[in-house]
C-alpha cells in the first residue's frame, strides 16, 4: 500500500502539494484527477522518488521512497513525457530497463510490441506521441513491478489504444495483483479504469473515495410528480441536485438505492426510475458539497 | 544483482551513450599521439637518407647514433610534458566531459527518467564521472602505446620511452581529473548550461582574479607592502588558486626538467590526484543533495545563491570603487565607480537567478549587505586599522633583519653553478633580495629600528600625499633633498615568523643610521657575495675592467692572499669612502664549480649545447669591485702585475661615438649632431663621432675623454658616487683586443660635470642645465 501523511512540497513560493493524505491500496486502480498544476504531476514524483517532499511522507508499505532502491524497484514510472535515449530503439531501451528491473519479462516485451505493431529496432525519435506512449507502457509493464504510476499516459492514445492499454492493466491486476496509479486531468479516460479517485485542486486533495462507493450512495431519479407537486415535497430524499423540463424531473439524490426507491414510492409519483450516474455526475455533485464547481475544476 | 555487475552494466550502458565522446577521444589523441609521432620519425628518417646522400659527417657521433638521438628527441617532445597540443586537449576535454557528463542534470525530462529508477544516486553519479575519466585514460593510453610502437619501429625502444611517457600520463590525467572535478561540481551547482559555463568561468578564475584584486590593493593603500615578496605570495595563490592554472604549472615545471628527472614532478601529481579526489567526493555528495527541481533554474541550490552573489558583488564593488578613484584621485569617481560595480553587479546576477529582466532589483537588502562589505573593504585599506604600515617590531620579539638597499649596493647579476640530477653543472642565477635574506642577519635592533621608524613615518606621508593628489607620487620635489633609496627589509621574529615590509628612506638624512649599518660586518657579510665563497673553494682570480678580463693568477698562494685582502679592503670600506671613490677595477674569485661549468660549457658548445648561461655573462656576473682605498688588494694585484691604474691611450683608439643626451635648444639644434669628420648628418642625430684620423685637434678631445671619462661598468658599480649621463662616450678600439667582435665597443662615462673643453665647444654643451645627472651620497653636485 502507498500511503501519504501530510505530503507536502514547494517550489520556491509556490505550493504545489499542500499536505495531501492519501492511501492507494494493492490490487486497485488509482485515479488522480486533476487540472494543470492541481499537483498530480508533483505527487507522483515524490511517489517516485524522484523529488523528496519538503514535508510529510509517503511510503511503500511503510517504507519511504526518496533514495531507497527496495521501494524503487516496486514501482515504474512513467512521467508526463517520459525519456528516451537519443538515437534509442525500443530494444535498447528494454536492454537498459532490464538492468534495473531485475524480474523484467523481456519475451512479453517482444510479444507486446509486435500485438501494438511496433518495431522493435526503428528509433524511438521517429514514433508519433501515441506510439511512445505505447512503448512507455510496455516498457513499464514488463518490468513487473507492483505498481506503475502513468502521468498524463492515455493524453494522446488513440480509443482503440486506451482500450488496449486498460486490458494490459486489468490482466496484470488479474494475474499478480498489480496497482496502477493513474493521474489525469481528463475525468472521462479514467471513468472505465478506476477503482478509487483523488481529486487534485490547487496542492491538496478535494476528496478521494471508491468509485463503488460513490456510486451506492448517489443516484438519478427521473419522475413525473403529481400535480400540484414539487420536488421540495418529497421529504425524506436527500436532494442534492434537481433539473426540471416540463412535468420530468430529474432528481440527484443521496442514499442506498433501495431507501430512495421506497421514499419515491411512498410519494406515489405518476412515474419514476432509477438511471445510472455517469463518473463526471458523481464528482458534479461531490464537489458541490465541497462547495466547488467541478465544472471549472477539471471539465 | 549485485551492485558491482549493476556498476557494471550501467557503465555499458552510459558507454553507449558517450560513444561519440569515445570516437571524438579517439580522434584527437590519435592525432597528438601515433600521427605526429610517425610524422616527426618519417621526417628524421628523411634526414638521416640526406645525410647519407650527402656524406654528412657529425663529430663524434655515427649517423645512426644521430638519428636515434634525433628519433629520442622527438619522443621526448611529443610523449612528455613539451606536447603543448596534448595539453590543450586535456584542458578542453576535461570541461567539455563534465559538461556533457552531467547535463542531463539540466532536463527536467531526464532527471524524471534517472532518479525514478531503483538505483542509488552515488551510483548513477560515479557511474558517470568515472566512465568520463575512464574514456579518456583508454584513449589516451590506447594511442600512447601506438606512439610508443611507431617509435620503437624507427629505433627508440620503449625501455627508453615507456617511462617518462607513462608519468605524463599520469600527469595529464591528474590534470584532467582535477579541472573535470571541479566543473563536475559547478555542473552540480548549476541547473541550465548556459550558467554552468559562467559558473565555470567564475570558478576557475575567481581566486586568482580575487588575490590580484587584493594584491593591487595592497601595493595602492599599504606603503609599505614588499612588491617582490607579495607577487611570490600572490603568485602561489594565483597558480594554485585554479585547478586550470595548477595543471600549467605543473605542466610547466615539468617541461623544464630533464627526461631523466620527470619522476620528480610525481608528489605534485600526487597531490592533484588527491585534490581531485576530494572534489569528486564532493561532487557526490552535491548530486545526492541535488534537488531533482534544480533541472532548469540557474542554481541547483537556493542557499548557494545569496552566499555567491556576496562574493561577486563586494570585490566589483570595492574594485570598481577604487578603479575609478585612481583615474583622477576625486572621491566622486570612486563613488560613481562603487555604485556603478555594486548596482550592475548585484542586478546582473538577480537576473541571471531569475532569467527574468524585471527582477533586477529584486533582493535589495543582498546589495545593501554587499555595499557594507564592500565599504569595509576600502575603509580597511585605506584606514589600514591592522597599523600594517606602522609594524616595526618590539626589541623583545626582534631577533635579526635582513636589509637590502637597491640604491647603495645594486648589484650585477649574481648566479651559482650547481651540480644537477644528471650530474651535469648548470648555472642558476641568484635573485639579489633572496640572496640577502638569506644570508644577512643583521642583530642591532637600534639600527634596524631607527631605519624601520625613518620608513614608516615616510609612508605616512607618502600615503596622506598620495591620497591627496596621487598623480604627483615619486616626484623628486615632493622627496626634498638628499639620497634616497628603498629599503626592504624581512624582519625574523623570536617566533619563527618573518615579517617583510619596504620603505622608502633618505639616506642623507639616515646617514649616522646606515654609517652604522654599514659598518657592521653583518650587512656587509649578507650583501655581498664574495663573504659567501669558501676560501679553499676559490681557485684563480681575475679582473675586469672596461669589459676586458684578465687573468690575475692562479696560484693558489697568491689567491688566497688576494682573497684575504679583498675581503679586509671590503670589510673596512666605509659610506664615505664609497661617495667619494670610483672603482678602479673589479674582481672575479672563480671557484671549483665555476671552473667545472664553464669547461663543461666550453666542450658541450662543440655539441651544440644550447645552456641558458653563456661564456660571455662571465663578463656580467660574480665580479666584486675595487675602490682606490683597496690598498692590500691593489698591491697585490700591482704584484701580480696587474695596474688597476691603466688607462687607454689615444693610439689604442679607433674612434670616439659621443652620445649626448643633453637636452638641447632650438637653436642649437642641427648643430650638436653634425658629423665634422664626414661632414655629413649622422642618421642618429645624437650621436657624434670623433676619429683618431691623425688630426691633432681629434687626438686632443680623445686625449681629454680617456682622461676624464671612466669605464661606466666600473662607475656604476657604486651608485653612491655620481655620474653624468648626459654624455656617453663609445669607444671602438683599433685592434680588435681580446677577441670582442667588430662593432662593439666599451662604454665610459664622466664621474664628473666638467666635460672635455674642445668637445664641449664643438657639441656646445651647456652644463647649467642638468638633466641626466646622477646625485652620489654626498651632494647635489658632482666633483
Redesign the interface.
Known sequence: MIEAKDLTKK??DIVAVDHINARIRDGYVFGLIGTNGAGKSTFL?MA?????PDGGSIRIDGEDIY?N??A??RFF?I?D???F??NATPE?MQ???R????KYDTQRFYRLLESFDLDKRRKIGTFSKGMKKQLSVILGICANTDYIFCDETFDGLDPVMRQAVKSLFANDMAERNLTPIIASHNLRELEDICDHVGLLHKGGILLSKDLDEMKLNIHKIQCVLRAGMKAEDLTGLDIAKTETRGSLLTLTVRGTREEIEDCMRSHEPLFFETIPLSLEEIFISETEVAGYDIKKLIL | MTSKNLYFDLVREDLKRRIWAVGLAFLVFFLCLPVVSAMVTTEAVQNYENWIRNGTVFTGYTLETKLHERILDAAHDILGFENFFLSCTIVVAAFVAAITGFQHLNSKKQVDFYHSVPVRREILFTVRYLTGIGIMLAMYLLNLILAVIVFAVNGAGPAETIGPALITLLANMAGFCLIYGLMTIVMMLTGNFFIAVLGGIVVFSYIPVAALMCQTLMEIFFITTPGHHLSELFDNVVGYGSPFLAYIRMMSNGNNLNYSEYAAILPSVLKMFAVSVVMQAIATVLYRLRPSEAAGKAMAFSRTKAPIKFLLVTPCAAYAAVTFWLVYYRIGWAVFGFLMGLVISHCLIEIIYHFDFRKLFANLPHMGICAAFALAIIGFFYFDPIGYDRYVPKEGAFSSAAVTAPSLDDWHDYGIARVNADGAYEWNYLDENNYVENNMTVTDYGVIAELANAGAARAKEIKKWKLGGGPRYGSSEEEGPGFWTYMNVAYRLRNGKTVYRSYRVNVTELRDTFDRLYAGGEYKAGVYPVYGLAAESVTGVYAAKAGKISEITTDAELTGELFTAYKEDLAALTLEQRANEVPVASLRFLTVSEQEYIGMMTRSRVTGYTGSFRLDDMREVNFFPVYPSFEKTITLLADAGYDVDERLSADQIARIEVVNNYPYSTEQKGYAYYDYETEQSSEDDRHFTVRNDGSAENEKTIEEIVALAKPADLVKMNSLHGWNDNLEFRVFLKDEEDGMPEESYLDYILVTREVPESLKERIRYDRTESSSIHYGLNGNDLD
Open positions: 517550489f520556491d514524483r517516485s522518488g524522484v523529488l523528496k533514495e532502491v527496495k524503487k524497484s514510472y512521467s513525457d517520459q525519456y535515449f537519443a535498447e536492454k537498459y530497463y538492468i534495473l528491473y531485475p
